[in-house]
């Protein structure tokens, strides 16, 4: 159904991106799930790549909430013991969480997919368009009290 725009300025933000949040985050995930995961083990996978040392599990939890701080940080520790147990993660004998060669290349053709999922998700949309409803969502959350200094 298509609404009008006096009807769509009638209706809630939140049912709209609750329902945005469900059906793109379902979509990313179906499409990560065809390499063997979903957005926590993605996230995990990408942060201790960033590193060499590794990092403990708070530290990794820590990186998580400062650059995701809605995200539910007891899903990556899920998807830590996933990953630990698929032999992509290794732990040190000083507990750091290390990629293993397994581990690295996940993360390379995670990489390699991503850009294809933000395609089909930002196909039709114009970067304008794109930016304005970031900006439009930030202010929103900013209006609320809500934190948008991240990154």
Do not use: C
């Amino acid at each position: 159904m298509e609404f009008t725009d006096d009807e769509l300025l009638a209706q809630p933000v939140g049912y709209w991106t609750l329902a945005a949040r469900e059906v793109i985050g379902g979509h990313i995930n179906s499409r990560l799930g065809e390499l063997g995961v979903r957005q926590p083990h993605w996230w995990s996978l990408y942060r201790l790549g960033e590193t060499e040392e590794g990092l403990t599990q708070d530290e990794l939890v820590e990186r998580m909430h400062h650059t995701r701080p809605y995200v539910d940080t007891t899903t990556v520790l899920l998807a830590v013991q996933d990953l630990v147990a698929s032999g992509h993660l290794a732990v040190t004998d000083d507990r750091r969480l290390q990629l293993t060669e397994s581990g690295r290349q996940k993360r390379t053709r995670l990489i390699e997919l991503l850009p294809k999922i933000i395609g089909e998700i930002h196909e039709g949309i114009d970067d304008k368009d794109y930016l304005t409803t970031l900006k439009v969502l930030q202010r929103m959350i900013r209006n609320v009290g809500g934190n948008t200094e991240f990154h």
